[in-house]
């Protein structure tokens, strides 16, 4: 349930802005301009630090799953009777990776359409050609031509499994977006939490590894019995009885609650809204969870076309939605990763490609998962508030390539487009160019471009 400290949070994010030096408005950007653009360093944040700690800085090193949790998994594996479970857990992760989202109602009408009508002009000279026929060849072909979603029971075993594939990558990127939040917001302290479709609990283990200092009280939320009594042992270190739990706070529960009263500080959907049947049962959901947000909504899928568009659309619904919480009449904004609220590029682009980013970990040791992994996800970090509340620097979408004396960055901008920046010290200054030279996939580049710029011809970054 919200705070009243915890209300004042996001009201604090104009006076951070202002300490730390983010660009007014007017000073807003639209695409990295040589002999222009510079490192936005009004309220000088890199003060005595080096530009590897620049505050765009967001990429976590390798994470590893907290001890008690390693063991506890480690444990119930080895208690489990199943057979041949590293075959189980191969299979289990290419399925999620290359699951599609369940074709629409209104999608296989339309299909249904075009296909009668392509037979009926083969069929044209073919009076025997009855309306009962070329139902079923219509019924054939769809069956042939569509993506068949299957809704995943979580029994016992099918938990079990899901545990030993998706525990330590689901941390990973949980926290991940947990680290963006408390770096960019420090102020930000909250006291509740609840996590639709937990599963295993990782969101409960990443947050307390977060803000366990002020977290307390966690509602997993998920229809799977077999899946929260898992959790539920996982908190116990893998036994059933009546040992007290690692995580204090902890609440299960296998239905929503759709009443706005009760706010949560933080609210987190990860890996579960592929796992409805329909985009109406979806935008209902993703309602719900922003009735109940009070600070933050984090939604992570898959880091694949499919689950990037889900999450778009999930965006979209909130920040273009009417409907406003009777408790609660504070707009959403995006804080991450978008620096806009404009149709995601990458969406609208000639060939749509997913924007994910990808956070590594080292997994749980079992016999078959020794090495360092990445796990390569898409997520959405809602806020209520106001978007000039907080700075808006440009993203890095993919891999930084550094070459002698320029590095490429692509980047996603506040003014709603992609760009591939070649910057160097010569054209773009040196404190731009290092910050640039020490930047990761996924972090912010702290830069600025006044709105009224130069034209400048295009240069081969070979010449400087």
Same mark, same amino acid.
């Given at each position: 349930?919200?705070?009243?400290?915890?209300?004042?949070?996001?009201a604090?994010?104009?006076?951070?802005?202002?300490?730390?030096?983010?660009?007014?408005p007017?000073?807003?950007?639209?695409?990295?301009?040589?002999?222009?653009?510079?490192?936005?360093?009004?309220?000088?944040?890199?003060g005595?630090?080096?530009?590897?700690?620049?505050?765009?800085?967001?990429?976590?090193?390798?994470?590893?799953l907290?001890?008690?949790?390693a063991h506890?998994?480690?444990?119930?594996?080895l208690?489990?009777p199943?057979?041949?479970?590293?075959?189980?857990?191969q299979?289990?992760?290419n399925?999620?990776w =290359?699951?599609?989202?369940?074709?629409e +109602? /209104?999608? @296989?009408?339309?299909q249904?359409?075009?296909l $009668?009508? *392509?037979?009926?002009?083969?069929?044209?000279?073919?009076p025997?050609?009855?309306?009962?026929?070329?139902?079923?060849?219509?019924?054939?072909?769809?069956?042939?031509?569509?993506?068949?979603?299957?809704?995943?029971?979580y029994?016992?075993?099918?938990?079990?499994?899901y545990?030993?594939?998706?525990l330590?990558?689901?941390?990973?990127?949980v926290s991940?977006?947990?680290?963006?939040?408390r770096?960019?917001?420090?102020?930000?302290?909250?006291?509740?939490?609840?996590?639709?479709?937990?599963?295993?609990?990782?969101?409960t283990?990443?947050?307390?590894?977060?803000?366990?200092?002020?977290?307390?009280e966690?509602?997993?939320?998920?229809? =799977?019995?077999?899946?929260?009594?898992? +959790? /539920?042992? @996982?908190?116990?270190?893998?036994?059933?009885? $009546?040992? *007290?739990?690692?995580?204090p706070?902890?609440?299960?529960?296998?239905?929503?609650p759709?009443?706005?009263?009760?706010?949560?500080?933080?609210?987190?959907s990860a890996?579960?809204?592929?796992?409805?049947?329909?985009?109406?049962?979806?935008?209902?959901?993703?309602?719900?969870?922003?009735?109940?947000?009070?600070?933050?909504?984090?939604?992570?899928?898959?880091?694949?076309?499919?689950?990037?568009?889900l999450?778009?659309?999930?965006?979209d619904?909130?920040?273009k939605?009417?409907e406003?919480?009777?408790?609660?009449?504070?707009?959403?904004?995006?804080?991450?990763?978008?620096?806009h609220?404009?149709?995601?590029?990458?969406l609208?682009? =000639?060939?749509?490609?997913?924007?994910?980013?990808?956070q590594?970990?080292?997994?749980?040791?079992?016999s078959?998962?020794?090495?360092p992994?990445?796990?390569?996800?898409?997520?959405?970090?809602l806020?209520?508030?106001?978007?000039?509340?907080?700075?808006?620097?440009?993203?890095?979408?993919?891999?930084?390539?550094?070459?002698?004396?320029?590095?490429?960055?692509?980047?996603c901008?506040?003014?709603?487009?992609?760009?591939?920046?070649?910057?160097?010290?010569?054209?773009?200054?040196?404190?731009?160019?290092?910050?640039?030279?020490?930047?990761?996939?996924?972090?912010l580049?702290?830069v600025?471009?006044?709105?009224?710029?130069?034209?400048?011809?295009?240069?081969?970054?070979?010449?400087?």
């Amino acid at each position: 349930m919200a705070t009243a400290s915890g209300r004042k949070c996001l009201a604090t994010l104009g006076r951070w802005r202002h300490r730390r030096g983010a660009a007014a408005p007017s000073r807003a950007f639209a695409a990295l301009v040589p002999g222009v653009s510079q490192v936005d360093n009004k309220g000088e944040f890199l003060g005595r630090k080096p530009h590897r700690q620049h505050p765009g800085i967001l990429q976590l090193p390798h994470v590893r799953l907290p001890q008690a949790l390693a063991h506890a998994a480690q444990f119930l594996l080895l208690e489990s009777p199943e057979a041949h479970v590293e075959k189980q857990v191969q299979a289990l992760t290419n399925y999620l990776w =290359s699951r599609h989202l369940p074709v629409e +109602a /209104e999608e @296989l009408q339309r299909q249904a359409v075009h296909l $009668k009508t *392509k037979f009926l002009q083969n069929s044209a000279a073919d009076p025997a050609q009855t309306e009962e026929k070329l139902q079923g060849a219509v019924l054939s072909a769809l069956r042939r031509s569509t993506y068949h979603w299957q809704k995943l029971s979580y029994d016992k075993r099918l938990s079990m499994v899901y545990m030993a594939a998706r525990l330590d990558g689901g941390f990973a990127a949980v926290s991940r977006a947990f680290h963006e939040i408390r770096a960019r917001v420090p102020e930000f302290q909250p006291q509740t939490l609840m996590d639709f479709g937990s599963g295993t609990g990782s969101v409960t283990w990443a947050a307390h590894n977060t803000w366990g200092q002020s977290l307390r009280e966690y509602l997993c939320v998920d229809n =799977s019995a077999a899946m929260l009594d898992l +959790a /539920e042992r @996982l908190l116990k270190g893998g036994s059933d009885s $009546k040992k *007290k739990p690692y995580v204090p706070g902890v609440f299960f529960r296998q239905f929503l609650p759709v009443s706005p009263k009760v706010q949560f500080d933080v609210v987190v959907s990860a890996f579960s809204l592929s796992e409805l049947p329909s985009k109406a049962d979806r935008n209902e959901v993703v309602q719900t969870l922003w009735r109940k947000t009070s600070h933050f909504l984090i939604l992570i899928e898959n880091g694949t076309k499919a689950g990037h568009r889900l999450l778009m659309d999930a965006r979209d619904l909130v920040i273009k939605g009417k409907e406003k919480s009777p408790l609660d009449p504070r707009p959403g904004f995006v804080f991450a990763p978008c620096p806009h609220e404009l149709p995601c590029p990458q969406l609208t682009a =000639s060939k749509p490609l997913a924007c994910s980013f990808s956070q590594a970990y080292h997994p749980i040791p079992f016999s078959w998962s020794t090495m360092p992994k990445e796990e390569k996800f898409s997520l959405v970090i809602l806020a209520r508030g106001f978007p000039e509340e907080m700075h808006r620097w440009p993203r890095i979408t993919q891999p930084v390539l550094k070459r002698p004396r320029h590095v490429h960055c692509h980047l996603c901008c506040p003014d709603g487009h992609m760009q591939h920046a070649v910057i160097t010290a010569r054209r773009h200054g040196r404190d731009l160019y290092r910050c640039a030279r020490v930047s990761s996939w996924g972090d912010l580049l702290p830069v600025i471009t006044p709105l009224e710029r130069p034209q400048f011809p295009a240069q081969d970054p070979s010449e400087d």
